[in-house]
């Protein structure tokens, strides 16, 4: 395959970067889309030219670290990550523009990888259980209802990869709160924070600086992971819940 | 080693979801009145004398409990507050998104967005407009294309009768409609009222069904007016 490469270069924080067009021969359609870009980094040291900075690290969909706007699509065409994408997605002579998220929260670091520390803050805020250290608890002393297992394993699914932001027309993280406040909410363990635990979420994702929900669903159709919308009508619900609770 | 930040404000009555709040409950608000108008607006088909004492009715409900246009005044209220906590969160939050997102992509490709969804702030921005223009018309009477009789049945069909005029709320109506498809069903989400597959597919037929019934019912007037049905 021959594929005409549209890639945003920004050499730091303060560059004001642009798109730059790379031409590419030599792709194979069983290449992941991250070996495509693995070969044109290739390319560039061969010529002396810096090659594209992007975050990959498990390369097996699981990590969330590889976030690349593929032709206005966060994580390409399909519905996956960006390292379980192929090449076989595309065309031969295909021209390909690759931007990183873009996100006043996720500021760019160089190139393609951006600064997507706002989750953890917003994780640090509220997206855990505290527990006891010591000896496991029996696992079977609490007993989880088999649907709201069910659903917490499902949303729990979420690899903070940022995509729902990058996919929103409003910048909101709303898909990814709702994802952790579903999973903590839906399990008994997570019941004695439930309330403080939205309210912190909340407020730290606002601090963050994105913005708010439409429900327009863009998130859960880039979501790699096919988290479906109404986390973010139990999130909404939590929060409404956590008001009337005093928060 | 991500650096947690202090969260000044943690107030959750002050976030984004709070303003998404007040913005569906007064939009619940606005669901029940635009039904109420059209009930009023259709007896337009009943004829001058149905129509006319339906409108002198609505001023002297709840006499002598109430004075003269008492509950009218009342409504004006509720709605005037209700436009205004609209409005200010629709404004703040659309103020916000931009700010989320101020380097733009260079493609974009939506793939899961509705045409109403899209132009939720543009339209209702719209709508907001042609309700200005609507109070000036038939309420403060300060626009009067057609006719500015005392009876606001010859009103009406006097306005609507003019073609433009029928157009202006013939627009609005399906400004309105897509307004309401895509509010109602983001209302339902808002209020936490969606939290299985089944319970966003009804929130999102309501929507559907509102829109219909709601723009389609309105829209019957200026049409009939235009018919030469109703004159």
């Known amino acids: 395959m021959n594929l005409t490469l549209k890639i945003w270069r920004q050499q730091n924080p303060a560059d004001k970067g642009g798109l730059k067009t790379y031409e590419l021969g030599g792709v194979s359609e069983d290449m992941s889309f991250l070996e495509m870009l693995d070969v044109l980094n290739e390319q560039l040291n061969e010529t002396g030219e810096e090659p594209v900075a992007f975050d990959h690290d498990c390369r097996e969909g699981i990590c969330g670290s590889c976030a690349l706007m593929i032709d206005g699509q966060a994580h390409g065409p399909e519905v996956t990550t960006t390292c379980q994408l192929h090449m076989r997605s595309f065309k031969d002579g295909q021209t390909i523009t690759i931007e990183p998220w873009r996100a006043d929260a996720f500021p760019v670091i160089k190139d393609l990888v951006t600064d997507r520390s706002a989750f953890d803050r917003i994780i640090q805020a509220g997206g855990y259980i505290s527990a006891n250290t010591g000896s496991a608890p029996e696992a079977n002393s609490v007993p989880a209802p088999r649907d709201k297992a069910t659903r917490a394993f499902n949303v729990a699914t979420c690899i903070g990869c940022g995509a729902c932001v990058a996919a929103c027309p409003n910048g909101s993280a709303s898909l990814f709160l709702g994802a952790k406040i579903t999973h903590l909410g839906e399990l008994p363990q997570g019941q004695p924070e439930r309330d403080g635990r939205v309210a912190s979420m909340v407020a730290q994702h606002d601090a963050e600086g994105f913005g708010g929900c439409t429900n327009i669903g863009e998130c859960t159709a880039a979501c790699p992971k096919e988290i479906p919308l109404d986390v973010i009508s139990q999130l909404n619900k939590d929060l409404r819940t956590a008001i009337r609770h005093g928060h | 080693m991500a650096t947690v930040t202090a969260v000044k404000n943690k107030r959750s009555s002050r976030s984004t979801i709070a303003l998404k709040l007040l913005m569906a409950l007064s939009g619940l608000i606005f669901i029940g009145y635009v039904l109420a108008h059209m009930y009023g607006n259709l007896k337009a088909f009943s004829g001058q004398e149905a129509f006319d004492s339906y409108a002198e009715h609505l001023r002297t409900i709840g006499e002598p409990l109430l004075p003269y246009s008492g509950l009218l005044w009342i409504i004006r209220i509720v709605l005037l507050v209700a436009l205004a906590v609209h409005v200010y969160a629709a404004y703040t939050l659309w103020a916000r998104a931009g700010k989320a997102r101020t ?55 006097g306005s609507f009768e003019i073609w433009w005029v029928s157009a202006i709320y013939l627009v609005a109506m399906a400004a309105l409609a897509m307004h309401l498809r895509h509010g109602t069903w983001s209302a339902a989400q808002t209020l936490g009222l969606t939290n299985t597959a089944s319970a966003r597919r009804n929130a999102n037929l309501l929507g559907y069904l509102l829109a219909v019934v709601i723009a389609g019912g309105y829209s019957l007037i200026p049409v009939f007016v235009l018919a030469g049905v109703i004159s």
């Open chain 2, 103 to 157: 380097t733009k992509y260079a493609v974009t490709k939506r793939v899961n967005s509705t045409w109403s969804s899209k132009t939720m702030r543009w339209g209702g921005t719209a709508l907001l407009l042609f309700i200005v223009f609507h109070i000036l018309h038939f309420t403060l009477r300060v626009v009067t294309p057609g006719s500015n009789s005392d009876s606001p049945y010859e009103r009406l069909v």
